[in-house]
């Protein structure tokens, strides 16, 4: 019905004490045409990752993840099909979270990835420092990140996951060359009463125009702001 077929196979292993081996493996076929595809193609996409917790407030992991998916060669004319390509991803990602007690945690993350086809390779980095603080004697929550990225094109972007307000689900891309921050602050002045703010900015570093259109920003960097208020009865 959805135009694929395939197998998948994945597994779970905790060979010991605080370890933790995750992996899969998915080969796919699409028998007939779709987006970006003009033809029949298959591909396959795979992954490990090995976690480890010293503790209940050190944890980590290393991750790896190949994929291979069949896409049109790109064409200066619409009319014209040039044939098909295969479009190679590769992810390394490492994560580590340690808390120091129970009001200040910090996360670290690296990731690499490599964007290959028939006509270019493109890499891309992405590093970023987390803190959340949860102070003792104030009701409220701080979550702070600052980033650096630097990738040859919006092909080889690094997504990651950020807080925001409440109900709202944030997985920007970065992408290019700059830096990424944001602080996100919950506060609750009364037992009834719940508010949150988050500020965010990208600075690209090798831009002077950002977006286009209606959304065109003059200039190299992007804000934003949210704020949201709770009120339960």
């Known amino acids: 019905v959805m135009n694929e077929s395939g197998m998948y196979v994945g597994t779970v292993i ?36 090995i976690a480890y917790s010293l503790n209940r407030n050190v944890s980590m992991y290393l991750r790896y993840r190949h994929k291979n998916k069949p896409t049109n060669i790109p064409s ?8 098909i390509q295969d479009m190679t991803t ?19 993350r690296f990731e690499w990835v490599e964007y290959a086809t028939e006509q270019k390779v493109d890499h891309g980095v992405y ?14 929550s701080i979550a702070f990140r600052y980033g650096i990225f630097d990738t040859d094109s919006y092909d080889s972007r690094i997504y990651a996951y950020e807080n925001d307000v409440l109900y709202a689900f944030s997985v920007p891309a970065v992408y290019y060359k700059g830096s990424r921050a944001y602080l996100t602050l ?32 003059q200039g190299n960097t992007k804000s934003e ?8 009865f």
């Open 186 to 217: 919950k506060y609750t002045p009364r037992k009834n009463i719940d508010i949150w703010l988050k500020y965010g900015e990208t600075y690209f570093s090798n831009k002077n125009v950002i977006g286009s259109g209606l959304t065109e920003i």
């Open 76 to 83: 200066s004319v619409p009319q014209i099909i040039n044939g």
């Open 127 to 140: 590093f970023y420092q987390d803190v959340i603080y949860k102070p003792k004697q104030l009701p409220m």
């Open 90 to 108: 590769q992810r390394v990602r490492y994560h580590i979270a340690y808390r120091l007690n129970r009001y200040l945690e910090f996360r670290n």
């Open 225 to 232: 702001i949210k704020v949201q208020i709770r009120l339960s």
């Open 14 to 49: 905790l060979p010991y004490a605080k370890w933790r081996i995750s992996a899969y493996y998915d080969i796919f076929s699409f028998p007939w045409l779709k987006f970006e595809t003009y033809a029949p193609t298959n591909g396959h996409d795979y992954f490990a990752e």
